[in-house]
T-cell receptor
Framework: GAVVSQHPSWVICKSGTSVKIECRSLDFQATTMFWYRQFPKQSLMLMATSNEGSKATYEQGVEKDKFLINHASLTLSTLTVTSAHPEDSSFYIC??????????????FGPGTRLTVL | QKEVEQDPGPLSVPEGAIVSLNCTYSNSAFQYFMWYRQYSRKGPELLMYTYSSGNKEDGRFTAQVDKSSKYISLFIRDSQPSDSATYLCAMSARGGNKLTFGTGTQLKVEL
């Protein structure tokens, strides 16, 4: 149990385009999902926290208009990187926290999405 | 000063060795402590989850939390080559909420 998937696993895009990344909790309902970014040989940095049906809370220094987060259901959150630039190239990882039972009070991570912006 | 400090390594040990991984932290509000394993180009996998001080054992893994010293450890017994990965400590003030991660320690277990 407590499986989180991400799609796509990797994406290459041109500078100026937008990219959408999906995060799904497959076998539990997630009231809260988190989006992290990880640069090579560095730790995970929390970008934003999203609760189902409400606006995401962004960490200091993260542009909310550039990184659009939607958490429309208890099993799906999306991160859209708008007008991507090469400096946005990174490994994006989501995690999900359950409502009760499996996943409650713990964060389970997806496999990550590697974004390369040319 | 970072909230969570972790030696990045790399740490190289022979197969069968006992591995000790550690993190220190400065925020006394942290109550929940976790260890994640991350293979290259993959998402972190939860290994151990501990609330407050004490020890927790799961198979070859033992997690220790000393809140008075703001120090947590992960011990791996009988290490295997498959344990080669980056180990991240993480902690939060409230269960399931914002996690603060260490930088991760890269471990290599050699045959």
């Amino acid at each position: 149990g407590a499986v989180v998937s991400q799609h796509p696993s990797w994406v290459i895009c041109k500078s100026g385009t937008s990219v959408k990344i999906e995060c799904r909790s497959l076998d539990f309902q997630a009231t809260t999902m988190f989006w992290y970014r990880q640069f090579p040989k560095q730790s995970l940095m929390l970008m934003a926290t999203s609760n189902e049906g409400s606006k995401a809370t962004y960490e200091q220094g993260v542009e909310k208009d550039k990184f659009l987060i939607n958490h429309a259901s208890l099993t799906l959150s999306t991160l859209t990187v708008t007008s991507a630039h090469p400096e946005d190239s990174s490994f994006y990882i989501c995690s999900a926290r359950g409502t009760s039972g499996v996943g409650y009070n713990e964060q389970f991570f997806g496999p990550g999405t590697r974004l390369t912006v040319l | 000063q970072k909230e969570v400090e972790q030696d990045p390594g790399p740490l190289s040990v022979p197969e069968g060795a006992i591995v000790s991984l550690n993190c220190t932290y400065s925020n006394s509000a942290f109550q929940y402590f976790m260890w994640y394993r991350q293979y290259s180009r993959k998402g972190p996998e939860l290994l151990m989850y501990t609330y407050s001080s004490g020890n927790k054992e799961d198979g070859r893994f033992t997690a220790q939390v000393d809140k008075s010293s703001k120090y947590i450890s992960l011990f791996i017994r009988d290490s295997q080559p498959s344990d080669s990965a980056t180990y991240l400590c993480a902690m939060s003030a409230r269960g399931g909420n914002k996690l603060t991660f260490g930088t991760g320690t890269q471990l290599k277990v050699e045959l």
